[in-house]
T-cell receptor, first 112, second 110 residues
């Protein structure tokens, strides 16, 4: 079953602009993660935010988590053409099995 | 260092043929291992996961099976492939901070 759903499905912005992607999920979680996938490649882990955290930063990435709304957002600041990729959120099911369910992803295109 | 190897990178197989995809992990012991499938332009679907040798959990009924003959080896198999088995298959192992994915196998069933 699908746990995370990203919004928007696709996003096209100019280089230098900020990109915001959202993720909603359905059940209680221990943590939420964001991944990046370049076309035809494996996924790369970007950032993990725990259920007791509200915001986390890593370089140009900023992730927020609102457990009351069961939603998270990923902000990429000062985007670059190299940020063009698909971005996925993944949530666990709080069962402790490290089993993560992925959303359908947001396809980001950064225009130079 | 911890690495994950997945092969082959691409595979074209006729309908009805068998399948064997292999994934091995280095630099860790007793990892949780996973097989995901990604249809074109879609998200990832969890197929199987394993928390130890010989322990396989199946997430969805399908034409595929998985085995874990060794601690760091995870194999995805099929006796007879269907057209609907086409997709991008990803192996992953988990640590506390999240997954490390292999580079994936693109399977096309013709």
């Amino acid at each position: 079953s699908q746990q995370g759903e990203e919004d928007p499905q696709a996003l096209s912005i100019q280089e230098g602009e900020n990109a915001t992607m959202n993720c909603s999920y359905k059940t209680s979680i221990n943590n939420l993660q964001w991944y990046r996938q370049n076309s035809g490649r494996g996924l790369v882990h970007l950032i993990l935010i725990r259920s007791n955290e509200r915001e986390k930063h890593s370089g140009r990435l900023r992730v927020t988590l609102d457990t009351s709304k069961k939603s998270s957002s990923l902000l990429i600041t000062a985007s670059r053409a190299a940020d063009t990729a698909s971005y996925f959120c993944a949530t666990d099911d709080a069962s402790g099995t490290y089993k993560y369910i992925f959303g359908t992803g947001t396809r980001l295109k950064v225009l130079a | 260092s911890q690495t994950i190897h997945q092969w082959p990178a691409t595979l074209v197989q006729p309908v009805g043929s068998p399948l064997s995809l292999e994934c091995t992990v280095e630099g860790t012991s007793n990892p949780n291992l996973y097989w995901y499938r990604q249809a074109a332009g879609r998200g990832l679907q969890l197929l199987f996961y394993s928390v130890g040798i010989g322990q396989i959990s199946s997430e969805v009924p399908q034409n595929l099976s998985a085995s874990r003959p060794q601690d760091r080896q995870f194999i995805l198999s099929s006796k007879k492939l269907l057209l609907s088995d086409s997709g991008f298959y990803l192996c992953a192992w988990s640590v506390v901070r999240g997954y490390t994915f292999g580079s994936g196998t693109r399977l096309t069933v013709v």
